[in-house]
């Protein structure tokens, strides 16, 4: 394995954000999307040129705002807020976001955005009927693992574990995997560690 270079600038950070399995964006001083990565594009559609504000909950809209002042302002933030995907259903994010300067000037906001579980009670999704086998594929991939490893982790042929995979989408009626990852980020099936060892009672708030 080739050694990482001391100097960040000549890592190629793009391709890596490509391949994160939440969204992640980058919106402009003036509030529009500039750069989606594919799991953004895969939940939310093809947003570039448009204002972010356009796909946040309506009573959330003050809060996106708010900390999109704070952000072009040198701030760095965490917080939770109410989006809208490309359906039109509310979706729950949380959000980490830096500036990003450019000469030292800050042009634009790059956030990672983590889908949250939905906590109305009584409402059953897809993820529900999912067998064994297919919960444990769908945390395997999860982790990011492609199909030999995923075999190898289940114990089963190459063939085996692609067929497995192929029954979860059709299951879950995701057309590719980081969709079917992002179905169950979203309902609770797979969940993110979002907090350091004893801050896990500590709510996520917009930073001052």
Not at 10 to 23: N, Q
Not at 113 to 138: F, K, M, N, W, Y
Request: aromatic share 4%; with cysteine.
């Amino acid at each position: 394995m080739t050694p990482i270079p001391e100097d960040p600038a000549k890592l190629d950070l793009t391709r890596a954000m490509e391949h994160l399995v939440a969204p992640a964006y980058v919106i402009d001083r003036d509030g529009r999307f500039r750069w989606l990565n594919k799991a953004c594009v895969e939940l939310f559609g093809d947003r570039r040129g448009r204002p972010f504000v356009d796909y946040v909950a309506p009573e959330h809209e003050q809060l996106a705002r708010t900390n999109f002042a704070r952000k072009a302002a040198g701030k760095t933030t965490i917080f939770d807020l109410v989006v809208l995907d490309r359906a039109g259903e509310r979706l729950t994010l949380r959000i980490t976001s830096a500036p990003l300067r450019e000469n030292g000037e800050i042009v634009g906001i790059f956030a990672i955005g983590i889908p949250l579980t939905q906590t109305a009670t009584g409402t059953r999704s897809v993820l529900d009927d999912l067998t064994p086998r297919q919960q444990e594929v769908l945390r395997l991939l999860a982790e990011g693992l492609e199909t030999p490893e995923i075999a190898r982790r289940l114990g089963v042929a190459h063939e085996t574990a692609r067929n497995h995979i192929r029954a979860l989408l059709h299951a879950t009626g995701a057309h590719s995997r980081l969709e079917a990852v992002l179905l169950g980020m979203r309902h609770g099936a797979v969940v993110p560690n979002l907090t350091q060892p004893g801050q896990q009672d500590e709510p996520p708030i917009a930073d001052e």
